[in-house]
């Protein structure tokens, strides 16, 4: 098989493109490196994807490159590219989340339904359903977006279902409830935590921490996102796509602590416009027909990103070293004694 992945070099699309890979399918990969965090970060995420012969890296934007022959030459896509965050979309930046969510989701609906048979798996988002009436939610609920990115979201959702009852596309739509896992984006929230628990600094957190989520492991989301690509009952349908690890922020910093050995010092500010205060995903659906059953705790999923940040900032102070001759015993090689040990 061979796969388009668009945002591959992104936090889940990296993951997605290097699981097809490892399985022996070919993937052309297409990210534009927008601005919403550093390039180099981003890089860092195909290092793995670039050591295959099947990977096909292009460094284009969905609104102004030609997509039809890199559609026709791939078996399935899976649409991952966005310009993601709940906060930064207020304001001004919300042209550049209308152009890089609804437009160019369009655009590649235009393209595809030149071949309607192809799966087209779309990534939604929890941020759709904003302070939702019925925990856990399912996909019948109705849509109340409480940011201009959950609008955007929704609004490519709607296109998804008018290009497949339109023009017969085979589209699915996945609703991801708050993935985590190595390689998150500086901005989210266990990013945050994690980095701020290694370096011995206090823990930011907007609300009381007693707000819930269900927080759910990037491995399951890529098993439910490569699921929604072969399964026949799947064309034209949405799925809750959640972890079933829906605890409060505290009990996560909880977590966080008794991994590092160490209690977090914790500074609670007001809320932030459009942070909901509770998600919880209904996964029946999922479970019945794409058979999803996700399987990575909640306690392992942190232990696995927390190991990726200690890498991380292993290879960062490494740089520093390298970069710059500190005599004796410098911070920085202080800090990565502690980290190695």
């Known amino acids: 098989m061979k796969a388009l992945v668009t945002g591959c070099a992104g936090f889940i699309g990296s993951h997605l493109t290097e699981s097809l890979l490892f399985d022996g399918h070919e993937v052309v990969g297409i990210d534009a490196f927008i601005d919403t965090y550093p390039r180099t970060l981003k890089l860092e995420n195909l290092e793995r994807a670039t050591d295959f012969d099947g990977f096909r890296f292009l460094g284009s934007d969905l609104m102004t490159m030609r997509l039809d022959s890199f559609v026709e030459e791939c078996d399935v896509v899976f649409h991952l590219a966005a310009e993601p965050g709940v906060r930064t979309s207020w304001g001004a930046r919300f042209e550049s989340y209308t152009r890089n969510n609804v437009l160019a989701t369009q655009r590649l609906l235009e393209t595809a339904k030149a071949w309607p048979d192809k799966p087209l798996v779309y990534a939604s988002s929890s941020s759709i359903y904003g302070d939702a009436e019925r925990l856990p939610t399912p996909e019948a609920a109705l849509p109340r977006p409480s940011s201009p990115y959950g609008v955007t979201k929704l ?56 707000q819930t989520r269900d927080f759910t492991f990037v491995a399951d989301v890529v098993a439910a996102t490569r699921s929604a690509a072969t399964s026949p009952a799947a064309r034209g349908q ?71 940040m200690r890498n991380q900032e292993r290879r960062r102070l490494h ?22 040990g």
Do not use: K
Request: charged share 25%; hydrophobic share 35%; net charge negative.
């Open 238 to 308: 949405v799925y809750n796509v959640g972890g079933g690890s829906r605890v409060s922020v505290n009990h996560a910093l909880e977590l966080i602590a008794s991994l590092i050995g160490e209690p977090l010092e914790v500074r609670y500010l007001e809320s932030r416009r459009g942070d909901v205060r509770d998600t919880g995903a209904d996964t029946t659906r999922a479970q019945e027909e794409l058979g999803f059953r996700p399987s990575t705790s909640l306690e392992a999923g942190l232990e696995a990103e927390l190991e990726w």
């Open 319 to 340: 740089e520093t070293d390298r970069a710059v001759a500190i005599p004796g015993r410098s911070p920085a090689r202080r800090l990565r004694s502690e980290l190695d």
């Open 155 to 210: 609004a490519a959702e709607h296109l998804c279902a008018l290009y497949h009852s339109s023009y017969g596309v085979a589209v699915v739509a996945l609703r991801y409830f708050s993935a985590y896992g190595p390689r998150q984006r500086p901005d989210m929230a266990f990013n945050h935590f994690c980095s701020a628990a290694l370096r011995h600094e206090p823990v930011t957190i907007f609300g009381n921490g007693e």
